[in-house]
């Protein structure tokens, strides 16, 4: 075999085991997970009232710089199967920017409230698989 042939080949085994490596880099990092969807808590009304998300999908809520009012997120109503529901709402707050997010494992619908303002302050969440 001539010198440029051995080159070539060794050149070319050389980009094919680089080429594996980062495949195999890139199947063991998984995914991209993707951006929580956002609600906004407003004065009086989440901002959707209703999301549909697929299981292991997060939920972000925001709390408006419109609000004149405390709010908070109080899970009412969950799945029968829900572990440890109470990590599942927040404290009262009136800060803008203020937020609270929840990544949602178990399939279901998820019934929301504000405890304040329950009347006004309804959302659904539907976790499906």
């Known amino acids: 075999m001539s010198r440029a042939r051995a080159f070539v080949s060794i050149t ?15 199947v063991s990092a998984g995914a991209p ?18 999301v549909t998300i ?3 999908r997060s939920v972000k809520w925001v709390w408006s710089s419109y609000n004149t009012y405390p ?8 799945p029968a199967n829900l572990k440890q529901k109470g990590s599942y ?5 009136a800060v803008a920017g203020a937020h609270f997010q929840k990544t949602f494992e178990t399939t279901g619908t998820y019934k929301y409230i504000c ?14 698989k």
């Open 12 to 26: 070319v085994a050389i980009g094919l085991a680089v080429a594996a490596l980062l495949g195999v880099a890139a």
């Open 54 to 56: 697929k299981k292991g």
């Open 71 to 78: 709010h908070d997120v109080h899970l009412k109503k969950g």
């Open 33 to 50: 997970q993707k951006p929580p969807v956002k609600v906004t808590v407003n004065d009086f009304y989440f901002a959707p009232t209703a």
């Open 115 to 128: 405890t304040i303002h329950p009347d006004e302050m309804r959302m659904t969440i539907t976790v499906k």
């Open 89 to 93: 709402s927040t404290k009262t707050s």
